[in-house]
C-alpha cells in the first residue's frame, strides 16, 4: 500500500526542508502485520506495516533532521501497550508526543506539525498558558481521540502536543478513535475529536487555546482531588 504518490513526497520534502532546524527522532512501536497470517491474539497488527512505511517516508525526505527507530514489541514488550504507536522527540530525551494508529488524512498533517515544532518551532502558547503550566505539581495525560476524515481534529491534537512541549509534566497521546474500538468505548467516543485527561474525565471540540488547556488543568485538578 502506497500511502503518498511522488508529487506528496516531493511537497512533504520542500516544506520539511523550510521548517526544520534540530534533530528529530521517530519511534515506531509495531507487532508482525496479520495479513494472511494466523497469529496468537495480541501477537499480530493491521497497520503497523504501511504506518512504517509512512515513517521512513518521512525520513526520506528530511535525512539529515529525521532519524528512525523501529521496535518490535513481540520481541521487547512492555513500553507501549498499543500497536503501532509513533513517537516524537528529541533524540536521547524521553518523547511526551505519542500517536496510536496509522496516522493518515488530517492526521498526517499533524505528524508533521508535531515534527517542525519538535524540530524547533516550539510550543507557540501564550505566556499566561505557559504560566499555567508550569504550576502543575502532578503528571498529566492528553489523550485526544481523533478520526482521519475529521477536518477539526487537527486542531485539538497540536494543542495536546503543544501542551506536551511547553511543560515535562503533560504527556499527549493521539488515538485514531477507528483502530481502537475498546478504547473508544471505553471512553464513551461519540464525536470527534475527543480530549481525555488523564483517563478520566473529558470534553469534545476543538477549542480555543485559553479554554482548551484550561478545560485540560481543570479535569486534571478534579481526578487528583
Not at 28 to 40: A, F, K, V
Not at 107 to 113: N, P, S, Y
Not at 145 to 155: A, I, L, M
Not at 189 to 212: D, H, M
Request: proline share 7%; with cysteine; hydrophobic share 40%.
Amino acid at each position: 500500500m502506497t500511502l503518498m504518490d511522488e508529487n506528496t513526497k516531493q511537497q512533504v520534502r520542500e516544506r520539511l526542508a523550510g521548517t526544520l532546524s534540530g534533530p528529530v527522532e521517530l519511534r515506531l512501536y509495531r507487532r508482525p502485520d496479520t495479513g494472511r497470517l494466523i497469529l496468537p491474539g495480541g501477537v499480530g497488527c493491521q497497520t503497523c506495516e504501511v504506518t512504517e512505511e509512512l515513517a521512513r517516508t518521512l525520513v526520506e525526505a528530511a535525512p539529515d533532521k529525521l532519524q528512525l527507530t523501529v521496535i518490535d514489541t513481540s520481541e521487547q514488550p512492555g513500553e507501549v501497550d498499543a500497536v503501532p504507536t509513533l513517537t516524537v522527540g528529541r533524540p536521547g530525551e524521553e518523547s511526551r508526543i505519542a500517536f496510536q494508529g496509522l496516522p493518515s488524512g488530517y492526521e498526517f498533517a499533524t505528524v508533521l506539525d508535531a515534527i517542525e515544532r519538535v524540530s524547533g518551532t516550539g510550543d507557540e502558547l501564550s505566556p499566561e498558558v505557559g504560566e499555567q503550566l508550569a504550576k502543575l505539581a502532578s503528571d498529566v495525560e492528553v489523550m485526544v481521540f481523533v478520526t482521519p476524515t475529521c477536518p477539526y481534529c487537527p486542531g485539538a491534537a497540536s494543542m495536546a502536543n503543544r501542551m506536551a512541549l511547553a511543560s515535562p509534566r503533560v504527556r499527549s497521546v493521539v488515538v485514531e478513535a477507528n483502530e481502537y474500538p475498546e478504547l473508544s468505548s471505553r471512553f464513551q467516543v461519540q464525536g470527534v475529536p475527543r480530549t481525555v485527561v488523564n483517563r478520566s474525565g473529558s470534553f469534545v471540540g476543538a477549542l480555543p487555546e485559553a479554554i482548551f488547556v484550561e478545560s485540560v488543568l481543570k479535569l486534571a485538578a478534579n481526578e487528583a482531588a
